[in-house]
């Protein structure tokens, strides 16, 4: 059974920084495409970042370029979204995601395409 499992969100003031950690199990990940969601209450799912298991290539949304990183630990199964200089709109739930990729140059940014969903961890931001 696959999980993927968030971690890391909490209370911070704007321009402080936050790790988020998804620790995935249950499969292996090789040949899925991972990314990182944010998702505010009554809108939809906005992709942040996303990372290829195998390649290891990254992509993110002009909205969190440069701010935000996307990383990953093969060790310990784990994705981590680094993100810096938080400011109030980024406050959101925040979801991991896995979803196949088709080749190591492949980037998925809508939701329908990910097949598998963490519970999301609370980010807030406070001026």
């Known amino acids: 059974q696959v999980q993927l499992v968030e971690s890391g969100g909490g209370l911070v003031q704007a321009g402080d920084s936050l790790k988020l950690s998804c620790a995935a199990s249950?499969?292996?990940?090789?040949?899925?495409?991972m990314g990182w969601f944010r998702q505010a209450p009554g809108k939809e799912r906005e992709f942040v970042a996303g990372?290829?298991?195998?390649?290891?290539?990254?992509y993110s949304a002009d909205s969190v370029k440069g701010r935000f990183t996307i990383s990953k630990d093969n060790a310990k199964n784990t994705v981590y979204l680094q993100m810096n200089s938080l400011q109030p709109g980024d406050t959101d739930v925040y979801l991991c995601?896995?979803?196949?990729?088709?080749?190591?140059?492949?980037?998925?940014?809508?939701?329908?395409?990910?097949?598998?969903w963490g519970q999301g961890t609370q980010v807030t931001v406070s001026l």
């Open positions: 995601a896995a979803s196949v990729a088709y080749s190591t140059a492949t980037v998925v940014t809508n939701t329908g395409s990910y097949r598998y």
């Open positions: 249950g499969r292996t990940f090789t040949g899925y495409y």
């Open positions: 990372i290829s298991w195998s390649a290891g290539s990254t």
